[in-house]
């Protein structure tokens, strides 16, 4: 997860959207250690991939969704 966290950091990731869950804690572990990634929690992994190619097409910087095992993904 900390390894993930770093080269989310290198590549100018700011944001995540998504959901914890139990397939992605070990990533969610890396992240919550750096303080210049900020996540950003959906209703479901639908929304987490919308929100993120939002996020991207508006900012212009990477869109970046995280999430776990679902009926969504």
């Given at each position: ?46 929304g ?7 996020y ?18």
């Amino acid at each position: 997860g900390e390894a993930v966290a770093a080269t989310l950091v290198a590549h100018g990731v700011t944001d995540l959207f998504g959901i914890p869950g139990i397939h992605t804690l070990g990533l969610y572990d890396g992240i919550v250690k750096r303080p210049e990634l900020r996540h950003i929690t959906t209703r479901h992994e639908q929304g987490a991939g919308f929100a993120a190619a939002g996020y991207a097409r508006v900012s212009g910087r990477p869109g970046v969704a995280c999430v776990t095992s679902g009926p969504g993904a």
